[in-house]
């Protein structure tokens, strides 16, 4: 049963169903994205069949515009880049992996926390999470 002490819009939340448990919440950090991992392989695996036939693809191209050496800096640069972007993309399909660059659950969580129990009046409220050399973890 709901605590009748409890404000109104806390009772409103919890009795709608909008507010089940707090684990519902750290489900969302501790559940893969779907299929994002098998991805990433086919990903790089297109991204090494790519550099490995970009030389031959553009070879006629940079000997007719007697660019003939450029090929292999030109096909390195463009490895790099494709690279990066191989990079940047495994990295942002993991948004709970605790880097810095990932959505600070455990802040949000704690600040939902502190909220609630000062919404509903408990004594025993939590320090907030403090940056840890600049980063929300």
């Avoid at 709608?16 to 991992?37: F, M, N, Q, V, Y």
């Avoid at 036939?53 to 660019?67: R, T």
């Avoid at 959505?103 to 129990?117: A, G, S, T």
Wanted: charged share 20%; proline share 9%; with cysteine.
């Amino acid at each position: 049963m709901i605590a009748r002490s409890r404000p109104p819009r806390v009772v409103k939340l919890v009795d709608t169903g909008d507010l089940k448990s707090p684990a519902h919440c750290e489900r969302a950090g501790s559940s893969p994205a779907p299929g994002t991992i098998k991805f990433l392989y086919y990903t790089y695996a297109f991204l090494i069949v790519f550099l490995f036939l970009f030389p031959f693809a553009f070879a006629d191209e940079f000997i007719d515009a007697n660019f003939g050496v450029m090929v292999i800096p030109i096909t390195v640069i463009t490895g790099w880049v494709f690279n990066q972007l191989y990079i940047f993309g495994s990295v942002l399909a993991r948004p709970f992996d605790r880097l810095e660059t990932d959505v600070p659950m455990h802040f949000i969580c704690r600040n939902l926390e502190i909220d609630l129990k000062q919404a509903i009046g408990e004594d025993k409220i939590p320090e907030p999470i403090e940056p840890v050399n600049g980063v929300l973890y």
